[in-house]
T-cell receptor, first 108, second 112 residues
Framework: GQNIDQPTEMTATEGAIVQINCTYQ??????LFWYQQHAGEAPTFLSY????GLEEKGRFSSFLSRSKGYSYLLLKELQMKDSASYLC?????????FGAGTTVTVRA | DGGITQSPKYLFRKEGQNVTLSCEQN?????MYWYRQDPGQGLRLIYY???????QKGDIAEGYSVSREKKESFPLTVTSAQKNPTAFYLC???????????FGPGTRLLVL
């Protein structure tokens, strides 16, 4: 099977920065995705990395190191609405394998 | 108004009953997927289809069936053989199989 690991929970203060790590050991690799999922809702696409390095998109950035099997999602200037679950997913051929998700709680 | 629709939002199943979850899209996407989400676990792939009239089993296909007769539609049937069907079911689509997947709003299935 595929191994995709991320922390279960993280807590941070409004206005702060949080980094969510994702490590993977998979039978193949065709890119890594990050999705945000609010409670009871569908996941929404945040970012995609296929080459090593940092991709920045507003307050959110995602980093990939293929040689280390490692990615992180960086959330800056945290807002209360960022409280959600963040899902790391690895694409292998045309299928996605997901980690269990990291629940981020933002406190005032 | 383009998008992915799933119905119903909540569905109740009795013991021994088959139920069908609807997934419709008007995005003209070729690829469609069904996932199951349980608390504390990642999304798990049930079935996927890369083109009309063709579909493949995912990681947990047992107790489920699908059809892909039209590009717009990819219904999922949860059969009585699925002994633990209570979960949040998510449909996703992608323009092409190698592209980003986008999710519908989901259907929550509960057993009476």
């Amino acid at each position: 099977g595929q191994n995709i690991d991320q922390p279960t929970e993280m807590t941070a203060t409004e206005g702060a920065i949080v980094q969510i790590n994702c490590t993977y050991q998979t039978s193949g690799f065709n890119g890594l995705f990050w999705y945000q999922q609010h409670a009871g809702e569908a996941p929404t696409f945040l970012s995609y990395n296929v080459l090593d390095g940092l991709e920045e998109k507003g307050r959110f950035s995602s980093f990939l190191s293929r040689s280390k099997g490692y990615s992180y999602l960086l959330l800056k200037e945290l807002q209360m609405k960022d409280s959600a679950s963040y899902l790391c997913a690895v694409r292998i051929d045309y299928k996605l394998s997901f980690g269990a998700g990291t629940t981020v709680t933002v406190r005032a | 108004d383009g998008g992915i629709t799933q119905s119903p939002k909540y569905l109740f199943r009795k013991e021994g009953q088959n139920v069908t979850l609807s997934c419709e899209q008007n995005l003209n996407h070729d690829a469609m997927y069904w996932y199951r989400q349980d608390p504390g676990q990642g999304l798990r792939l049930i079935y996927y289809s890369q083109i009309v009239n063709d579909f493949q089993k995912g990681d947990i296909a047992e107790g489920y069936s699908v059809s892909r007769e039209k590009k717009e539609s990819f219904p999922l049937t949860v059969t009585s053989a699925q002994k633990n069907p209570t979960a949040f079911y998510l449909c996703a689509t992608a323009g092409q199989p190698q592209e980003t997947q986008y999710f519908g709003p989901g259907t929550r299935l509960l057993v009476l």
